[in-house]
Every structure is written in C-alpha cells, then in structure tokens.
C-alpha cells in the first residue's frame, strides 16, 4: 500500500536565455531542443490520487510564485506526503530539470536523494516514470504520451506540443501554458490506473471505479471539457469489447 498515494506530475519549460542562447536556424526550420540546463519551468502540473485511486486534487504547484518558490512548494510537498511519483519520461526529462534548477537556486531535495525507491530505476516503488516501464526500461522503443494515450481512448495531443510553449510564454499566454500542462497531467493519471490494472498490481474493478471518479472530478471541475468531449469513455473505462 502507497500510504501518500500517487502524484502524477508534468512541467513545461522555457529556455533560459542567461545560460544558453540557441544557434541560428534558417527561416522555417525548428530550433535545436536546449540541453537539459538551459531549461526554466513555468509550470510543475500535478494530480493527486489517493492509494485507494480516488481523486484528491489537481493544480499547478506555487502557481504565481517565482521560480525557486515552485521548487520549494513542490519538494515539501514530496518530502511530507511521500507519495509514488508518476512521470511520462521523468526520469528522461522532468525530474533532471527540477535537480538543476534546485541545484541553481540552492532549493533542498531530500526527498530525492534520501529516498533510494525514488531513483532506482528498475521498480515502480517511489517514482513510476510509464514511458520507461511501457518501454521495458529501454528494451523497446519508448512510445509518445500522445501514442499511449489513444491507445486507451484519451485524445493524447489536442492542437498544442512542447515545441508550441516557448512562443506562448513570450506571448503572455501562462493560462494556455498551464492547461496544456495539466491536459497532460490528467492522461498521464489515466495511463497511470490502466498501467496498475496492466501490472496486476490493481484489481479491474477498482482501476474502473479511479477511472470513472476521475471523469466525475473533471466533469466538476469545468476546464477540461474538450479533453472529456474527445475521450472515448468506453475504451477507457473498458465498457465494451472493440
């Protein structure tokens, strides 16, 4: 039993124009992806589930605060509630990012290195990264969220990529920016209860009820309805043979 339940959690990035400038690319062409860091969050998305699956909260973690005060909010957090992380390639991406930033702003990360079940990579104890479990820890190729999740009836990417978010940023545009990362979040959480039904490590019954409660807290929350309009439920909640 995970006593702090799951948090499943996504962050966007900008590049950090004090660390690293990127080189000139012809007109048309994207921009080199910034090594890892030279990437700032704007946003920590995160979704919280209890060990029993049921829906406990949803948000940016140290919304509207600078920098170093997200990366506090997020690591107390990690650090008193001692949930299993759950990540779509953090262990690739997300969780070498917030290292480096806390490395940057001298911002503690016990719960990081004090915790082996965090970094050892071989189990799904501490911090369940599904793009490398789905993978066979890097025995196959890894999939895309946007793959993952419509193989189980989610929309996966709905007219934004991460590519998209540096131009947003520079537009003023945080609100997109923080819904598209909670979009990802929230799939991320369904994949996350389907991965359990997969492991054995859930009962069909009880992956079905987290499913379903998480449909009625996004239907109550009112932000995600083209997410909820896109989504096959019946693929999802495993309603029908198809």
Not at 22 to 48: C, N, S
Not at 111 to 126: A, C, I, K, M, T
Not at 202 to 230: H, V
């Amino acid at each position: 039993m995970r006593r702090g339940g799951f948090l499943t959690m996504d962050i966007e990035t900008v590049p950090d124009a004090s660390l690293y400038t990127a080189p000139d690319t012809p007109p048309g062409q994207e921009k080199p992806f910034p090594p890892i860091f030279a990437h700032r969050p704007v946003a920590i998305g995160v979704l919280w589930l209890g060990p029993d699956l049921a829906f406990r909260r949803l948000g940016i973690i140290g919304e509207g605060e600078p920098e170093p005060g997200q990366l506090k909010a997020f690591s107390e957090f990690m650090s008193t509630r001692t949930p299993t992380l759950v990540t779509w390639n953090g262990r690739g991406f997300d969780l070498p990012v917030l290292v480096l930033r806390s490395l940057r702003h001298g911002v503690s990360m016990p719960w990081y290195y004090q915790r082996r079940d965090v970094r050892y990579r071989f189990s799904d104890e501490g911090h369940l990264d599904l793009a490398d479990a789905l993978s066979d820890r890097g025995a196959t190729k890894m999939l895309s969220l946007d793959n993952a999740a419509r193989l189980i009836g989610l929309p996966g990417k709905m007219g934004l990529d991460g590519s998209q978010v540096e131009g947003l940023h520079l537009a003023g545009k945080l609100e997109e920016i923080r819904h598209y990362c909670l979009t990802d979040v929230i799939q991320t959480a369904f994949l996350l209860i389907r991965y359990l039904l997969l492991s054995g490590q859930q009962p069909k019954d009880t992956a079905r009820a987290g499913l379903t409660g998480l449909l009625e807290a996004l239907d109550a929350d009112g932000r995600f309805g083209e997410l909820l309009k896109t989504t096959d439920t019946d693929r999802l909640l495993l309603s029908v043979e198809k």
